[in-house]
Antibody, heavy 126, light 111 residues
Framework: QVQLQESGPGLVKPSQTLSLTCTVSGGSISSGRYYWSWIRQPAGKGLEWIGRMYTSGNTNYNPSLKSRVTISVDASMTQFSLRLNSVTAADTAVYYC??????????????????WGRGTLVTVSS | QSVLTQPPSVSGAPGQRVTISCTGSSSNIGAGNDVHWYQHLPGTAPKLLIHGNNNRPSGVPDRFSGSKSATSASLAIAGLQADDEADYYCLSYDNSLSGAVFGGGTKLTVL
């Protein structure tokens, strides 16, 4: 059974870079059926999609974060990572990694997240 | 402000039926993209309730149902139970953003 697990520092100073890793156990990122995404939830707020990557290395990012975000895959193809530059207090949130799949077997109908990690809290504070 | 609009809260007594709406636009739901629904409890991963507008994953009770029309969608929960109390989010794909968009979330209170 495939599971996702986020890991990384729980505290980041303002203006520095937030770095998180998602470990895929019981499976591989190389499966062409899926995309691999990061999502976050600030305290008291809703869910926000950050961005995704595909096995080819192609990426898409939320336009509101695009200038600061990088999502990449590890050479082992069992981990993918998130880097968010120049963080502020507004970036304090629970960060989730998730597996994304095409709806009804075709991306023509859009996509959804069928598997999530449990999330990790990242606080931006000096 | 979220791209998809949900009511901030709904409530109902045990055994009752409630619905949660999700309103989008011509670049997401109205563009033919499916709507999906999640149940979220604090400190846990969101749980997929409905995918592809009206499909339940294995293990999700048939008390949960989804529908979609034009630029909006709804989640219905019948026979409310105390453990249904949670936050509920809709999700779709936005062609303009080339990415996922969520509703702002609806807090369900079981009275």
């Amino acid at each position: 059974q495939v599971q996702l697990q986020e890991s990384g520092p729980g505290l980041v100073k303002p203006s520095q870079t937030l770095s998180l890793t998602c470990t895929v156990s019981g499976g591989s990122i190389s499966s062409g059926r899926y995309y691999w995404s990061w999502i976050r939830q600030p305290a008291g707020k809703g869910l926000e999609w950050i961005g995704r990557m595909y096995t080819s290395g192609n990426t898409n990012y939320n336009p509101s974060l695009k200038s600061r975000v990088t999502i990449s895959v590890d050479a082992s193809m069992t981990q993918f990572s998130l880097r968010l530059n120049s963080v502020t207090a507004a970036d304090t949130a629970v960060y989730y990694c998730a597996r994304e799949i095409c709806s009804r077997g075709s991306c023509y109908f859009g996509r959804y997240f069928d598997l999530w990690g449990r999330g990790t809290l990242v606080t931006v504070s000096s | 402000q979220s791209v998809l609009t949900q009511p901030p809260s709904v409530s109902g007594a045990p055994g009752q039926r409630v619905t949660i709406s999700c309103t989008g636009s011509s670049s997401n739901i109205g563009a033919g993209n499916d709507v999906h629904w999640y149940q979220h409890l604090p400190g846990t991963a969101p749980k997929l309730l409905i995918h592809g507008n009206n499909n339940r994953p294995s293990g999700v009770p048939d008390r949960f149902s989804g529908s979609k029309s034009a630029t909006s969608a709804s989640l219905a929960i019948a026979g409310l139970q105390a453990d249904d109390e949670a936050d509920y989010y809709c999700l779709s794909y936005d062609n303009s953003l080339s990415g996922a968009v969520f509703g702002g979330g609806t807090k369900l209170t079981v009275l």
